[in-house]
């Protein structure tokens, strides 16, 4: 049986909406990338990348992300979801 290739494209508007709802929240803070990746236990680089919609991270990134920034997830969603929205 031959194997099914599945390509997924990301909502490249909702990537980029989310990309500025954190990027947007880590300045507000005070914070640098580095220093977000430290609170979040990802590498700085992660957050680069996330931050020019150059990555989707994955859910347990997503949600590390959010806690680096003292924010539910669900609050981090509704929020790029608006942004997305504009």
């Known amino acids: ?6 390509h997924f494209a990301p909502d490249k508007s909702i990537l980029k909406a989310a990309a500025k709802v954190v990027r947007d929240e880590r300045k507000k803070q005070g914070l640098t990338q580095e220093s977000l990746a430290i609170k979040s236990g990802l590498h700085w680089r992660h957050i680069q990348r996330f931050e020019t919609d150059k990555l989707n991270p994955s859910l347990c990134s997503f949600i590390s992300l959010a806690k ?6 669900d609050d981090l969603i509704k929020r790029i979801l ?5």
């Open 1 to 6: 049986m031959a194997r099914a290739d599945i």
């Open 68 to 73: 680096g920034l003292g924010i539910n997830a």
């Open 82 to 86: 608006n942004e997305s929205n504009k």
